[in-house]
């Protein structure tokens, strides 16, 4: 027993390693992880030097163990040549689909990040500072609008079509889409979007960042990528933003007729020369800054990032809420909370159950879409995702924006719970069904600015006729008919940002 006790770190450090390996992050926003489960540099699984002689010393004592005590120690080293050989396969794997260099690729970076000094982030709070000059302009319009051009970018240059976007791309931007190998765009899913730059002048500049994920279709291949990549888009002073309707559509910037009636930049209804961001943004730039090979991360372990950091929060949050407050009396801080609660316990059953249309009250339509992809994901690989006991613990007030057509609250949540991933089979693949893990999400609910007058609901029904929820695919209530998903009647979620990708 002596030797035993003597031997005892060890097989504590055997058992903390394979414990370690068997945490994974996968719950709706982030869990699954749009970045994949490559890592984004050097591969290293050391925590310092003398890893090999510590690694020499464990066999050692494994195989003492072996001998003078052969039930303890066989099944030790057993795990531990498993572990090895699981780690050597992963490593192989990951050398083998993960590069930084983006110039292996057809779709080359046009652009080139400026010197490190001038790239200054810019906040949520300053893009509506555009209000001042087109006070129609409303950043949760905006930002439905530029993701809905993202995923048309990439769907457009493949068979270089990219020239069917004339009227949102300038030619030079345009001919660095083109990309006649490229097939098929397909899944293209937003991760993370931040604010890079502002420019104001006769032409306001905005330079956007996009962490995503999408696969590319070459002589019928399919290859999935996590991309990191910039998009600067630029409108006259002068332009007024479309009206929330078109906020989600591609369509002539001037009059609105459908997009086949533009050739080039001329809109054949109205007659007018409608590219250039003379009317609404247009893309100048885009480059690619990352590019790594990624397939979905439905099972891999990803560390927390980012709960020790400090809550980011606007000087004028407070005041703000205080605003929607003033023109809606209704409005409650308490009731708000339980609003956010009520929408992350049922996103936590629809992501558990893969039933994610149950989650469709709750969220806008782009969460939906991206979140629906993964869901779909994991039915493919026959794989299912658990949240079980999931909680809020705490929320704070981060952002608030209020503008013409919508406010938008951004909290910050944290929560707890056990996250673990299980086969059709009931293998556990993943996670821990005993340890919880604690996490923390800035999640943003938008809510049209006209005040209904109602107060925020906090149980499961319809926000405008009050019955009990039946949402349909589309968004509308399967009793009243009306469109519930876009937060005109209650808050809805519309984004879910992790600690490391929030800026503001």
Known sequence: MKRLRRHLPMILLVLAIVAITATAIARPGGGESYSGGGSSGGDSDS??????GDSAGLIIDLLILCVEYPYIGIPLLLIVGGFIVFRAISRSK???????????YAFRPQYRPPPQPRRVAVTRAQIDGLRSQDPEFSVVLFED????????LHRYRARSNIGSLAAYVQPAAAQAFNDPSLEEVRGVVVGAMRYVSLARGDFNTVEIEFEANYSEIRQ???????????LTLARAATAKSRPPARSRTLDCPNCGAPLQNVRG?????????????????AVTAMGRLKTEQRGPALTSSVEEVGNDMPTIIDPNAQNNANAIRGKDPTFDWNQFQLRVGLVFAQLQVAWSSREWLRARPFVSDNLFQSQMYWIDMYIQQRVRNITENARIQRIDLASVISDKHYDAITVRVWATGLDYTMSEDG?????????????????TLIRGAQPSGKPTKTT???PSCGAPLKIAMTGNCEYCKVKVTTGEFDWVLSRIEQDESYGG
Not at 94 to 104: D, G, R, Y
Not at 220 to 230: F, H, S
């Open 47 to 52: 925590g310092g030097g003398g890893g090999g």
């Open 94 to 104: 990951s050398n083998s689909w993960s590069t930084n260099n983006a110039s292996n």
């Open 427 to 443: 293998r556990l693949l993943s996670g821990s069904r005993s340890k919880e893990r604690a996490y923390s999400e800035y999640w």
């Open 220 to 230: 019928g291949r399919e290859q999935r990528l996590y991309v990191v990549e910039r």
């Open 460 to 462: 499961p029904e319809c």
């Open 145 to 152: 609008f530029v993701y809905t051009l993202y995923t048309e």
């Open 265 to 281: 930049d001329q809109c054949s209804f109205c007659k007018q020369a409608v590219g250039g961001g003379r009317f609404d943004w």
